[in-house]
């Protein structure tokens, strides 16, 4: 079983891309499913299909279905939170805080990763295309189980108090930790990142790597779409706007290569006149996209938060292999025995080792490898 995440800055083509991934793995033989989770659906418009909360078959080997996160919370989440508020009561919670705790927020978008994974794990197929919402409501939705799992084993105890839950519960902390396996999984899940070429697309990729790197997901590629065709020996006002735009576009791209993310990573994709639509133009651009190359082997080694010790001066380094671009919001802390590191709004506890859990942070900088930070061992912590 593979997964595919799909997404990107909102308009840079992610579901034209991930329903021409999903194409290119059927036209191999594969039992393939597109998903759409995007509040915003548009994947049954890029095949011109009409689609619903089944899977609905486009061509041999292809199915979509587009998640319906809304009916999910009606029909399932109802149920449950009224055992969650029987639990928490039963915790020695207030009622009425009790009521309060039940509203998560981003509950539907924890059942539609659900869902995914039902329709993975219950389905024939072979490969899960995903079509995502837009880059922040991913990575909410890639956070959840996680911060959930966390929430539930902070009011009820890790093993400790969960014999006196009730098993709609204990399911929910067991399914949710089963999420955050799957997607930190990188023979099962990867991410491809849709960007445009322009820099404020490309600041907010850099911001994703490093989030979903923290997260410990892996991004096996980056596809850089609408790229200009560039105009040859055309000429007039036309060919000279076309060929302004595609050298600022080059322009990007040679500053993506020197952070590291050049054409071993990145797959162009040019621009067309006439909107894709439908399973040829589909294939069309999966063609430009794979060439003959297996769709479903990404680019470049994709990063995960691996720690590395060494003693200088007295001292040690604590390397994070975390990409970060040059103006990346971060903040370090302690926090115990973990080191938190908070990348443009997100937070991730990584525990430090034996070694260093006496010692505290004297400073940080960061390279084209990752997050090299400094330790003195001198037992404080601050």
């Known amino acids: 079983m593979r997964i595919l995440l799909f997404t990107g800055k909102g308009g840079v083509g992610k579901t034209t891309l991930a329903a021409a991934t999903a194409v290119a793995v059927a036209g191999r033989g594969r039992k393939t499913l597109v998903v759409s989770t995007d509040p915003a659906h548009s994947l049954g418009d890029a095949f011109g299909l009409l689609l619903t909360g089944e899977p609905t078959e486009v061509d041999t080997c292809l199915h979509a ?76 939705l890639l956070a959840l189980p996680e911060a959930l799992s966390g929430y539930l084993g902070k009011l009820f105890g890790r093993g400790r108090r969960w014999g006196g839950v009730s098993d709609s519960v204990r399911r929910l902390g067991a399914h949710l930790e089963s999420l955050r396996v799957l997607l930190t999984d990188p023979t099962i899940t990867t991410v491809r990142l849709v960007l445009t070429p322009e820099r404020v697309v490309v600041a907010e990729a850099r911001r994703t790597l490093s989030s979903l790197a923290l997260r410990g997901i892996k991004v096996d590629g980056l596809i850089a779409n609408r790229l200009m065709p560039a105009p040859g020996i055309w000429r007039g006002s036309a060919a000279a706007w076309l060929r302004a735009r595609r ?110 859990r006496s010692c505290h942070i004297t400073g940080a900088e960061s390279d084209a490898e990752g997050l090299l930070v400094s330790l003195a061992p001198d037992g404080g912590l601050r």
């Open 65 to 140: 279905v587009q998640v319906d996160s809304r009916s999910l919370v009606d029909s399932v989440w109802q149920d449950l939170r009224g055992q969650l508020r029987s639990a928490f009561a039963g915790a020695g919670i207030d009622s009425l805080d009790a009521e309060e705790l039940t509203v998560l927020p981003g509950v539907d978008e924890v059942l539609a990763l659900t869902e995914v994974q039902r329709l993975a794990e219950n389905g024939p197929w072979d490969t899960v295309v995903v079509d995502c919402g837009p880059t922040a409501e991913t990575l909410r």
């Open 247 to 356: 050298n600022q576009q080059n322009e990007v791209l040679a500053e993506l290569a020197a952070a590291g993310l050049g054409p071993d990573v990145v797959r162009p994709v040019e621009h067309r006149a006439v909107e894709p639509v439908g399973l040829a133009a589909l294939l069309e651009i999966a063609d430009e996209l794979y060439g003959g190359a297996n769709p479903l082997v990404g680019r470049g080694k994709g990063v995960t938060p691996l720690l590395e010790v060494s003693e200088v001066d007295g001292g040690y380094r604590l390397r994070v292999a975390l990409p970060l671009g040059r103006d990346t919001p971060l903040d370090l802390a302690r926090v115990d025995d973990d080191l938190a590191i908070t990348v443009d709004g997100f937070r991730r506890l990584i525990a430090l080792p034996a070694l260093l």
